[in-house]
T-cell receptor
């Protein structure tokens, strides 16, 4: 158990719908990262938050957005869903995005498997 | 641009034997970090081992060791005394800008009894 929690574990929805994925980082971790794992794209970085503020964006679609709340949990919002959005979405956390080295190790949650029908 | 290459889509090994999973990387940054993660069939990503670019010694964590050859830009994972529970996907990753991880395509390891 990495200490990172994600809910829900599975999500099945229809095209055009909107869903929210939730993540709670490990106790003491200030940084939250979101990744998408799909068969055709592999593991791709989406977005990073550090202590409530957006720090970096990756290959995140405009239909997707995220935020990190004062208690450091994070939510990833996916809207106008398409079949191609079906994937495993991971949240990861680390102690401090501004340092490098071992303390920067990212620990992953169990993931949310999204299926868009 | 930073890139991770894992050239072995699949590997198999006999139980109790050692196996090496290949990883090469490309970066122009003098300071970087390399990670290996394990993804069992259940789907979670499990951190295994970390190697910093300035670390003098190869990293080891229990049965996992990292064969770090800086000049060749390789960071191969060595698993000693393979167990059936080691059957999984293994991903090599590099820390990129703002500490995001850049992953390779992964290697599927099958351990045979």
């Amino acid at each position: 158990d990495s200490g990172v929690t994600q809910t829900p574990k599975h999500l099945i929805t229809a095209t055009g719908q909107r869903v929210t994925l939730r993540c709670s980082p490990r106790s003491g971790d200030l940084s939250v990262y979101w990744y998408q794992q799909s068969l055709d794209q592999g593991l791709q970085f989406l977005i990073q938050y550090y202590n409530g503020e957006e720090r970096a964006k990756g290959n995140i679609l405009e239909r997707f957005s995220a935020q990190q709340f004062p208690d450091l949990h994070s939510e990833l919002n996916l809207s106008s869903l398409e079949l191609g959005d079906s994937a495993l979405y991971f949240c990861a956390s680390s102690v401090d995005a501004t340092t490098s080295g071992r303390t920067d190790t990212q620990y992953f949650g169990p993931g949310t498997r999204l299926t868009v029908l | 641009a930073q890139k991770i290459t894992q050239t072995q889509p699949g590997m198999f090994v006999q139980e109790k034997e050692a196996v090496t999973l290949d990883c090469t990387y490309d970066t122009s940054d003098p300071s970087y970090g390399l990670f290996w993660y394990k993804q069992p069939s259940s789907g979670e990503m499990i951190f295994l081992i970390y190697q910093g670019s300035y670390d003098q010694q190869n990293a080891t964590e229990g049965r996992y060791s990292l064969n770090f050859q800086k000049a060749r830009k390789s960071a191969n994972l060595v698993i000693s005394a393979s167990q059936l529970g080691d059957s999984a996907m293994y991903f090599c990753a590099m820390r990129g800008g703002y500490n995001k991880l850049i992953f390779g395509a992964g290697t599927r390891l099958a351990v045979h009894p």
